[in-house]
């Protein structure tokens, strides 16, 4: 037996050491982290509202079309905003899907950081001092006031929730030809709403400032030709699916054949 306590009594020793330093670790982690508990907040907050454009969501500004006025448009679904449905062009999806941020996080839906002190929301314009930018949200960290250099803020910069999608569209080989209209939809406040161009040689290609998030895009070649004495029109169209990130650029090539003489 005695060789088996030989072996033992280190492992035991070791045993307890690591007990020890995970009780440190842990017991600085509730008294000592309140700062790195309200970043984890801020950063939930931000993901919520901006989603995670490499896992290919888009968060509230996706699905609404603009960061919310107020946090709580985050946990409880605003009057003015649809509940979200897919019944829009190519099924695109838009509407309140909430909640967009776990309500473990904000118990009674209040935004507090980790001592307790309301959260600032800089909303769609900043908020009116400047203090904090369009789209950003702060602590007022240890001090617990706002605006002084203990504040923690999330994202570091005012927020940009356009992008930008550049569309070259080609008929039978003819890039962005006379005829070509181009039909993108979007979304304002949980609600479809579109814009439509023509091709203007003046101006080149299709370019569209975008929010981020899914859109839905119909292109069309529309010509018109003579069959006797009849103008007959002659329409080739395609409509798909695509997305745009805030501050990317996304270019994307489209493919028509027609008929119609292109020129
Ligand atoms: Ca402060």
Known sequence: MAPRRLILAPLTVAIALTVAVLGAALGERTTAEPGVRTTERLTAIATGVYGDVVKGTFGYVGDVGDVPEAL????????????????????????????????????????????????????????????????????????????????????????????????????????????????????????????????????????????????AVRVAHVSSTVDGRAVRAITSDRTFKTFVASRMQRMVDVYLGTVADVH
Not at 83 to 104: E, I, Q
């Open 72 to 215: 709580t448009d985050l946990v409880r679904q605003p009057p003015s905003v649809p509940v979200y449905t897919n019944d829009h062009t190519a099924n695109v999806g838009m509407g309140w899907w909430g909640p967009y941020v776990n309500r473990g996080l904000f118990p009674r839906d209040t935004f507090t950081d980790e001592w307790g002190q309301a959260l600032e929301w800089g909303g769609r314009r900043g908020t009116a001092d400047g203090r904090t930018g369009r789209g950003q949200v702060r602590s007022g960290g240890p001090d617990g006031v706002l605006g002084t250099r203990d504040d923690i803020v999330a994202p570091a910069d005012p927020v940009e929730t356009s992008g930008t999608l550049l569309l070259t569209v080609w008929v039978n080989r003819s890039p962005n030809p006379e005829g070509v209209e181009v039909t993108v939809y979007g979304t304002s406040n949980g609600r479809e709403i579109r814009q439509t161009r023509r091709m203007d040689p003046e101006r080149g290609g299709f370019s569209f400032s975008l929010t981020q998030g899914i859109h």
